[in-house]
């Protein structure tokens, strides 16, 4: 079972309808490819098909998300601590650079780079390292390119 946020269940379940949403025109494109002729050499029909396959994956792998997933009570966690949702102002102390953390339970994939956060799932090293800080607190993450320490500025 995976922790998200009441906002990530909601736009999980969007994307899921959006999805769903596909499926009739999806099926009239892979009706007319076939009405084309020839299954064996029409592009159309073969690119249509894998698109459904693709669309229909997506559409189990949404679901289960959602059944297995469970929406975080925010209401039971102490303001000052980190938990799902939460940004988190962090300074890098071998740099001293600062930067605002998001902890979230699954990427939404959106890469902003003008955004004044930068997403972490609850599942990565520093959502890991993250979970259940207060203000003040050092973590320790192990990252690809080596330990890094950071101080909880501010929890947000």
Do not use: C, W
């Not at 999805?19 to 009706?31: D, Q, T």
């Not at 994956?57 to 799902?84: G, T």
């Not at 997403?119 to 050092?138: I, N, Q």
Request: aromatic share 4%; glycine share 6%.
């Amino acid at each position: 079972m995976q922790f998200i946020t009441a906002e990530e269940k909601q736009q999980l379940q969007q994307k899921l309808e959006r999805m769903k949403a596909k499926r009739p025109e999806l099926s009239r494109r892979i009706g007319e490819a076939r009405d084309m002729g020839d299954l064996s050499e029409n592009a159309e029909f073969h690119a249509a098909r894998e698109e459904q396959g693709l669309l229909e994956a997506e559409i189990r792998r949404l679901e289960e998300r959602l059944k297995s997933a469970k929406v975080a009570d925010e209401s039971h966690i102490p303001q000052d601590m980190v938990f799902l949702g939460s940004a988190i102002k962090l300074r890098d102390i071998q740099t001293g650079h600062e930067d605002l953390y998001k902890l979230v339970g699954e990427s939404s994939g959106n890469f902003n780079l003008d955004s004044d956060e930068i997403e972490v799932t609850a599942a990565s090293p520093m959502g890991e390292s993250l979970m259940k800080r207060r203000v003040g607190d050092v973590v320790k993450v192990d990252l690809p390119r080596g330990t890094r320490r950071f101080e909880v500025l501010e929890i947000q």
